[in-house]
């Protein structure tokens, strides 16, 4: 039988300039904590306008539930990118981009701030994705 420990990871990525918007992330967090029985790592890839308050939030949360948390601070982009961009994409959605540059995981899921799991997301990870190296869904529960 193996007892091996299995990890679903999960990821988030965004800014806070108004110091409030990572609550949406913690609410999300929650919601997947209440709802799946594996282990869960949520890695957060963020900027320096993500708070300490925000980052201790996450990791209280985190252990609460006796899960994990990594945080990643994003590099500087490398490449000139015009503010008009930012202003149709905002930079919190850009930061996906560094997924495969930051984390060393397998598998992860890419989650937007304002997801509410109603599921035990073990269910999206089971999904037989035969080898594709990126998924999607439209709308709520489309995979179900």
Not at 33 to 43: I, P, Y
Not at 58 to 76: D, G, S, W
Not at 99 to 108: A, C, K, R, Y
């Amino acid at each position: 039988m193996n007892n091996q420990k299995v990890t679903l990871n999960v990821c988030y990525a965004f800014t806070d300039s108004n110091g409030e918007y990572y609550r949406h992330v913690l609410t999300s967090l929650v919601s997947i904590f209440e709802n799946t029985q594996s282990h869960v790592c949520a890695h957060i890839l963020h900027d320096d306008t993500v708070s300490l308050q925000a980052r201790e939030e996450f990791t209280i949360i985190a252990q609460r539930y006796n899960q994990e948390i990594q945080l990643y601070k994003v590099p500087p982009f490398s490449i000139d990118i015009p503010e008009s961009v930012w202003k149709i994409f905002g930079k919190g959605s850009a930061y996906r981009l560094f997924i495969p540059e930051l984390l060393t995981v397998e598998n992860v899921l890419y989650l937007d701030s304002d997801i509410i799991c109603e599921l035990d997301i073990q269910e999206i990870f089971d999904q037989d994705m035969k080898k594709s190296v990126i998924a999607g869904v439209m709308g709520s529960r489309s995979m179900f």
